[in-house]
């Protein structure tokens, strides 16, 4: 990325529900870390998907697993992503894209936000090969039926998400499939 002396510092907000964080999440904060001057992890607070952890929860494990990226910071934000990047002057927002299955919603999101905030821009960011088939949802699918989901999140979130087994299986059983993390 090519920066001019006087540029005024990229402020990138990675958005996300991250029930559990996991190590494809990390990923991406990793990458996007080294790119832009500053990262902002938002945690989306009322969300109509039900969380199985609570905002508290889901922040502490983020902050725990990035403590050692100094330019990386946690948030929460309600109502519109393009109104909250806007008030904390980002004009950057960054998505993990893991598949072609993911495209097509980030696709209509990146519009929509593009429409509602012209000044900012999407950036798409692969994570690790290693990565390309995890996500909360299966992490919580997988712990529920007492699988292991050892090095896919971080080991807080592991154990965080293993004492809940009770309630990730009542989770599991009550959704269907589909949709993103
Ligand atoms: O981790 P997720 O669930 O894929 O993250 C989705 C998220 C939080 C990025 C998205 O739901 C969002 O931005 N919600 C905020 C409300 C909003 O701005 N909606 C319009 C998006 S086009």
Redesign the pocket.
């Known amino acids: 990325m090519s920066r001019r002396p006087g540029d005024s510092p990229v402020i990138a907000i990675y ?5 559990p964080i996991t190590n494809g999440h990390l990923d991406i904060i990793e990458r996007g870390s080294r790119l832009f001057e500053r990262v902002i992890v ?1 945690i ?1 607070e009322n ?1 109509e ?1 039900s969380p199985l952890l609570t905002l508290p929860e889901r922040k502490g494990l983020i902050v725990e697993a990035t403590e050692r990226l100094g330019n990386v910071t946690i948030e929460a ?1 309600d ?6 990047a806007r008030s904390r002057g980002a004009s950057v ?1 960054v ?1 993990g894209l893991r598949a072609i299955s993911d495209f097509e ?1 980030e696709f ?3 519009l ?2 593009r429409r ?1 905030n012209p000044e900012m821009e999407t950036v798409f960011m692969m994570p690790s090969e290693a990565y390309s088939y995890v996500s ?1 949802r299966l992490v919580k699918e997988v712990v529920a039926l007492r699988g292991s989901v050892t090095g896919l999140v971080p080991e807080a979130v592991e154990r965080m998400i293993e004492s809940r087994v009770g309630a990730v299986k009542r989770k599991a059983a009550s959704k269907g499939r589909g ?3």
């Open positions: 958005p996300g529900t991250f029930d938002a989306l969300y998907k934000f109502g519109l992503l393009a109104d909250y927002i998505r919603y209509q999101m990146g929509m936000n509602l909360s949709g993103k993390p």
